[in-house]
């Protein structure tokens, strides 16, 4: 198709030219006075750009052709999935030359193998579209994240997402076997392997998850299933310390090996919140303790088995005061009720004002060290600060997230506070040997930072890899990599 298509095709006639490939109804511009601000602004509402079109392919070979003619006619291009993503990644910029490509109306899910543990799905899949068609056939889908009723499986995958399970079953590089992509010069992979070993050269899967959208355009998968747990079970319990947390979170290990499949942090500042903009969500114990700790057994054989596994690890806790109070859910929809509170912090968060986010990883051993010195030099910093810190402490991530002193403009402190603010965090961050995005990625939101905090080698040949995969930089320039 792009063989057709002259260089530096003025914009109108590749507008055109997109409509006869995708269809009209599913090229949408501004000019046709549709309003584009759902594609064109991010999640936080932090950026908002303008494109010359959003694209909406329904099939790989349109991807492929889409990308072949924007290729030709020299216009970048933007993959965008369910757009829930943090860091300013799926949004165009506001040169008004971009592509949007949403790549939503790819939402088959092509095959289920029972056998294999498989199944086959299109990128635009919903991530809860996914779990769900994987609970019919009987199997689980693990990957599980507060976004999950509209960010998509090629985000995911394009962010290498995290949530709440990666502690048992790793983050979506670890749920991916196989890859269709389409490349920067609309080229198609076909990668879709189901297969558990292959080593047969360099593992181009691996380099596409966590991409970000600027090294190839996802537009299939398949993924690892699980089999379903016989139980469930939730306990909510609080602790003294965030060293105690840690030393629960060991016993907790060592009690229920690879039952526990989740095991959440939550400082009383953002449980407060929950609890003052959302007040029917009830949450338990957080006003009598410095943090809350969120646990879940999955067990192969029973509830009666969970249970008993779940409360002689609770008595351990208490004698050895990791614990100081708990309630274990009694049914599932008490157990849903509890992670509702969790996953609702963010938009506690978001309704008490503008803050500055961080997703961090450390070395779960350092977490106390880190917290308790980060803590003391952002109150020396900007008295009064104060601190959401939340998140998945099993896999050493935290939200640790810094909201304006009560009181304050939230728009005036970031502005005034948030470039400090960061590089007093990323800093300690880098010496706690940890990283400065644990599970969001970087899009364009921490790109500048990331020369400063990724090591020069790997950077360089983060480059020579765009260059070779993407020598135009048609695929979401400007995101990962700074120019
Ligand atoms: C309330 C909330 C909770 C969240 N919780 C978590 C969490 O616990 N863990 C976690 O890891 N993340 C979390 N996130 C952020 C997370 O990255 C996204 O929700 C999700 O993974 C992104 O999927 P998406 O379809 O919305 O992607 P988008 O936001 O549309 O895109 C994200 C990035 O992927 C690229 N991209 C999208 N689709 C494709 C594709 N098919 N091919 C190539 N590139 C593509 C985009 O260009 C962009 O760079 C949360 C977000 C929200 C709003």
């Not at 999640?43 to 392919?57: E, F, Q």
């Not at 109150?379 to 099993?394: A, D, K, S, Y």
């Amino acid at each position: 198709m792009s063989a057709d298509l002259p260089e530096a095709l003025p914009a109108s006639t590749l507008v055109g030219h997109l409509r006869r490939v995708v269809g009209s109804t599913h090229v949408l511009t501004q000019d046709g006075g549709t309003d584009l601000s759902a594609w064109e602004q991010d999640w936080r509402k932090r950026a908002h750009g303008r494109a010359l079109a959003v694209v909406r392919p329904g099939n790989t070979d349109e991807v492929a052709a889409v990308v072949q003619a924007c290729a030709a006619a020299g216009h970048s291009i933007v993959p965008q999935g369910g757009n829930t993503g943090l860091v300013v990644g799926s949004v165009p910029d506001d040169s008004g030359s971009q592509v949007l490509l949403s790549l939503t109306r790819l939402n088959r899910v092509r095959a289920i193998d029972p056998a294999n543990l498989t199944m086959t799905v299109e990128a635009g899949c919903v991530l809860q579209a996914v779990q769900d068609a994987a609970d019919q056939a009987g199997l689980l889908f693990p990957l599980s994240l507060a976004a999950e009723g509209s960010c998509t499986i090629g985000g995911n995958l394009a962010t290498n997402a995290g949530g709440t399970q990666v502690l048992r079953y790793g983050n979506a590089r670890e749920l991916c076997l196989g890859l269709e992509v389409v490349t920067a010069q609309g080229e198609v992979w076909h990668g879709l392997s189901g297969l558990r070993k292959d080593n047969t050269g360099y593992d181009l899967r691996d380099l596409l998850v966590g991409s970000e959208g600027t090294l190839g355009i996802i537009t299939a998968a398949t993924l690892k299933l699980h089999p379903r747990p016989a139980c469930r079970l939730t306990a909510w319990a609080a602790v003294p310390s965030l060293d105690a947390a840690v030393s629960l979170l060991g016993l907790a290990q060592s009690r229920l090996g690879a039952g526990l499949t989740g095991f959440e942090v939550m400082g009383q500042f953002a449980l407060s919140l929950v609890d003052r903009h959302m007040p029917q969500l009830r949450v338990p114990l957080w006003q009598q303790t410095p943090f809350c700790v969120l646990l879940e057994n999955s067990d192969s054989e029973s509830e009666t088995h969970a249970r008993s596994q779940f409360e002689q690890l609770l008595e351990s806790a208490f004698e050895d005061g990791l614990v100081t109070d708990a309630v274990v859910a009694e049914s599932l929809q008490q157990a849903h009720g509890l992670w509702h509170i969790r996953e609702s912090i963010p938009l506690a968060q978001a309704e008490e004002g503008l803050n500055i986010k961080h997703d961090i990883s450390i070395p779960v051993s350092r977490i106390p060290a880190f917290c308790a010195e980060t803590d003391a030099l952002l109150q020396r910093e900007i008295p009064g600060v104060r601190l959401v810190n939340f998140g998945h402490l099993g896999d050493g991530n935290l939200h640790y997230n810094v909201q304006a002193p009560a009181g304050d403009d939230p728009g005036a402190f970031l502005r005034t506070h948030e470039e400090r603010v960061n590089t007093l965090v990323f800093d300690q961050v880098a010496q706690h040997q940890g990283s400065i995005s644990a599970e969001h990625g970087v899009g364009s939101l921490k790109a500048a930072k990331l020369p400063h905090y990724k090591d020069p080698v790997a950077l360089t040949l983060m480059r020579q890899i765009k260059q070779a995969l993407d020598p135009q930089g048609i695929l979401n320039p400007g995101r990962v990599l700074s120019p």
